[in-house]
């Protein structure tokens, strides 16, 4: 058993160990003089993931969480096709039966003021590892329907699929997504028997309060019954929606992206949206959210946050910088961050993927994550599977690319962060 993930039975069983018992493999120590709980945290037989405090009554000593940063592999795409380019990305990537899947926004960049040809593209793999475009012939592109592109338009630019697993879902509904939409304003619910071919669930908006322009997510929560959304808006430093004035990051008190939530019993009726919390962490801008259930601790909301810097650059002159949205670069990199309740989060400080020695990677929106965490094969046949994310890798037009880049990377299953002896 690994040594950041714990076995709830043995949680329950170090419960009735005597005072001065320790848990030695996370240096956590029960004093002989300290208060037993009045009342235990009940975790049944569910495995937990060492990422927060919530299991732990007291430590003596010297103890600190450390967080565990992925180790670099390999680019696993490259966003080279006719259909594709440089302003290609928001992909989305989910196990589906024996295979993967990755949808993504595909599309060059025209220049600003101009509207780029946006398409919803599907790729496959085997492994979560090596991806190819199944020749789908459903949407003409430049005279052509020898492509993988599944829709085409407004919808392509923020459509964000996932694999029903509510057993209550309808046959013609496995595949559920959120999509923005302008007219009327909002985010629209999508329905789909194959992840293929989409129809609309309604022809009015499912969510009206956010700013929309990012990767909108939603699951089915079996622990909580419902499904969940986590979407962008903007947010001032006392909870305001749209306030004006520099963004934080220009202005310290200025307004920043940031992350609402909302739930629904059926996809297309969702409570009113609500801010996430981050206790104790401060505040920062969040361009992305990438919320999901950790896949064996399904209890456990584990989120990658895209931390975005404004007026942070490395250099001058940059393409972005004549977008009027963007008068700086902008470093952009992926934090880590994990909810019990899928409201307040315990939101990392420190980066859980840094843009690293290569220039492209500290230019937004590069190094920020794409909304996937997948189990893969390790390195070799006699180690045992890995988790794998993915990050945008450069290639942007923000940069002058051509064609935008995703690259995995790799960690051992359950290995985000652990308990230690701290330092001093």
Same mark, same amino acid.
């Given at each position: 058993?690994?040594?950041? #993930?714990? =076995? ?73 096709? !006719? ?30 003021? =101009?509207? !780029? ?42 459509? @964000? ?11 013609? #509904?496995?595949? =559920? ?65 749209? !306030? ?14 940031? @992350? ?21 962490? !401060? ?142």
């Amino acid at each position: 058993m690994r040594n950041n #993930e714990l =076995k709830s039975s043995v949680l329950s069983k170090l419960r009735a160990l005597p005072p001065l018992a320790f848990l030695v493999p996370f240096g956590l120590f029960w004093g002989g003089c300290a208060p037993q709980p009045e009342t235990p945290i009940d975790i049944g037989s569910r495995r937990q993931l060492l990422v927060d405090d919530a299991l732990i009554e007291r430590t003596s000593g010297r103890f600190e969480l450390r967080l565990h940063s992925p180790v670099e592999r390999e680019v696993v795409f490259t966003h080279d096709r !006719p259909w594709e380019g440089g302003y290609s990305g928001y992909n989305t990537l989910f196990r589906d039966g024996d295979r993967y899947r990755m949808v993504y926004r595909a599309a060059s960049w025209p220049g600003i003021g =101009k509207q !780029p040809t946006l398409s919803v593209c599907l790729a496959e793999s085997p492994d979560g590892i090596h991806w190819v475009r199944p020749e789908l012939g459903l949407v003409e592109f430049q005279g052509s329907k020898k492509n993988n592109i599944i829709l085409s338009g407004e919808v392509a630019n923020t459509f @964000v699929p996932f694999k029903d697993t509510n057993p209550a879902a309808k046959p013609d #509904e496995r595949y =559920k997504a959120l999509a923005a939409l302008s007219d009327p304003r909002g985010l629209y619910a999508f329905a789909s028997p194959d992840g293929v071919r989409w129809r609309k669930m309604s022809e009015a908006p499912v969510i009206t309060r956010g700013k929309f322009d990012s990767q909108n997510v939603a699951f089915w929560d079996g622990e909580r019954q419902s499904y969940r959304a986590y979407y962008r808006e903007i947010r001032g430093p006392n909870d305001e929606v749209r !306030p004006k004035g520099p963004q934080l990051g220009l202005d310290p008190k200025g307004p920043s992206r940031d @992350v609402m939530t909302c739930t629904s019993p059926d996809f297309l009726n969702w409570s009113e949206s609500r801010w996430l919390q981050y206790p104790g962490a !401060p505040r920062e801008q969040l361009y992305l959210n990438q919320v999901r259930p950790y896949y064996r601790a399904p209890h456990l909301l584990v989120g990658f946050p895209g931390r975005f810097m404004a007026g942070r650059e490395i250099e001058k002159g940059l393409p972005i910088t004549e977008h009027p949205s963007y008068r700086y670069g902008s470093i952009s990199e992926t934090l880590f961050m994990s909810s019990r309740d899928g409201l307040s989060f315990k939101r990392w400080g420190e980066a859980f993927i840094r843009p690293g020695p290569r220039r492209e990677r500290w230019i937004y929106p590069a190094s920020f994550p794409a909304y996937g965490l997948l189990v893969t094969p390790a390195d070799t046949a006699d180690r045992p599977n890995q988790l794998s994310i993915y990050v945008n890798d450069g290639g942007y037009w923000t940069a002058s690319g051509k064609a935008s880049r995703l690259r995995r990377y790799a960690t051992p299953c359950g290995s985000m962060a652990s308990s230690r002896p701290g330092q001093g």
